[in-house]
DNA sequence: GCTCGTAGGATTGTCAACAATAGTGGCCAC
DNA sequence: GTGGCCACTATTGTTGACAATCCTACGAGC
């Protein structure tokens, strides 16, 4: 008998854990593209062998954020022009599929926790917090995929927002006037109230769009 | 410079042939799911040491194709009906989005290759060969994400057809007639030459939920 | 009879040493 | 001056051994 409060009390192995500390660090451009990955220097900070450390960037590799170049070492991954489109491709491709799940759920309670997204972000953007705006963002969608329920477009979703951000970070010095987004999500978030299945897919098509454009209007075109 | 026809060369790592042979036998149910995965057994019938043994599995922890408990050992993931429905979730996500793709490219190229697999899918179903035909049928969906060109469809891809693989496999006594499925697939591929995405959209979505239905008749529901 | 505690065995987690490979700089021949 | 050869160094790849943990079985105590 297994309680519903009481989770199962799982230690996660230590490879999952300096995955995710690593993958953090990618995120927040700690760890920049194009660097090379020491596995001695990584183990010592980390505290862990080199052993570890390996396994957890198997993990990475796995993901895609990083890349193994046999008796070379491991780099993080560049974003190139067309990365950044095909980010956006599969975003695009889990977050409308996504969006119509929640429409087959609880409607209600989930455009109540988008909004309280959206709510967060005006008072950010209001506030002149330009990379908090950024930060909610990336929350929203990260709520809006959650509120699925599917594990996989969840899972897929999770590096793919970590990438979102790298290219965020690769391009920080100009990022688009925050006054725009928060209404394209309240937007979304609205829609779903309207049950209307193709005003939300047509809404998230465009929004994945425009963050394409107003990305790559920074970087030249490959 | 390097050419396009030269790619470049790479010896793939260790871990990464490692996952490869493992998935494939995880695939064809030589390890059963729910299956314990002994490290040093398969260390020795592969031949390598348990390091590069245990980096390999990282991947496939990863994937979801194994799940990992701390101090127990790993176990080949047990597809519930729930998992059953979600990577059908997935795989639509997944390929519609590329269909989409692949109509903004060469859709008669496209079609060409997708009808090939159709016909060797007709001759095998024509010679009561109901395994080749289920093969097909994956090469089918296989050779769709490719063509639409995006590097994270189709790693996300290639691991939902893995576990699609494992429910056929699960069920294998009781598979749906291949006679259904022929025209189904010929349908899809004919569909990208009227160029029209609501029509492709439209078929690949049944095409889910139909394929979703057969596997679920045979599983209690849950 | 049931529970608790405890050895035994087996498996996983971690580490440090060894082997192999690629990059680097210098030297020599042409 | 250019190209080829060769040791040197640093990093990665692999291994075997050791430590920690869990499951099982068995016996003592209530």
Same mark, same amino acid.
């Given at each position: 008998?297994?309680?519903?409060?009481?989770?199962?009390?799982?230690?996660?192995?230590t490879a999952a854990i300096i995955a995710s500390r690593l993958?953090?660090?990618?995120?927040?451009?700690?760890?920049?593209?194009?660097?090379?990955?020491?596995?001695a220097q990584l183990a010592r900070e980390l505290g862990v062998s080199r052993g570890p450390l390996r396994e957890g960037m198997q993990r990475l590799t796995q993901e895609g954020l990083v890349i193994s170049?046999?008796?070379?070492?491991?780099? +993080?991954? #560049?974003?190139? $022009?067309?990365?950044?489109?095909?980010?956006?491709?599969?975003?695009s491709a889990v977050e409308r599929a996504a969006a119509q799940l929640v429409l087959q759920r609880d409607v209600a309670a989930a455009a109540d926790q988008l909004l309280a997204v959206v709510n967060e972000m005006r008072q950010a953007a209001d506030d002149q917090r330009s990379d908090r705006v950024g930060d909610l963002d990336l929350e929203f969608h990260n709520v809006l995929v959650s509120?699925?329920?599917?594990?996989?477009?969840?899972?897929?979703?999770?590096?793919?927002?970590t990438e979102t951000r790298m290219c965020i970070n690769a391009l920080q010095t100009t990022?688009?006037?925050?006054d725009e987004r +928060?209404? #394209?999500?309240? $937007?979304?978030?609205e829609a779903l109230l309207l049950v209307d299945p193709g005003v939300v897919d047509r809404l998230i098509v465009?929004?994945?769009?425009?963050?394409?454009?107003?990305?790559?209007?920074?970087?030249?075109?490959s």
């Open positions: 008998m297994t309680r519903p409060t009481l989770g199962r009390l799982v230690q996660e192995s993958r953090k660090a990618i995120r927040d451009g700690e760890l920049p593209a194009g660097a090379q990955l020491g596995e170049i046999r008796n070379r070492g491991l780099f +993080v991954v #560049e974003l190139t $022009a067309d990365d950044v489109r095909d980010v956006y491709v599969a975003r509120l699925a329920g599917s594990p996989r477009l969840s899972r897929t979703h999770h590096t793919l927002l990022y688009p006037p925050p +928060v209404p #394209e999500h309240r $937007a979304i978030a465009t929004h994945m769009a425009d963050a394409v454009t107003r990305l790559l209007t920074v970087v030249p075109p």
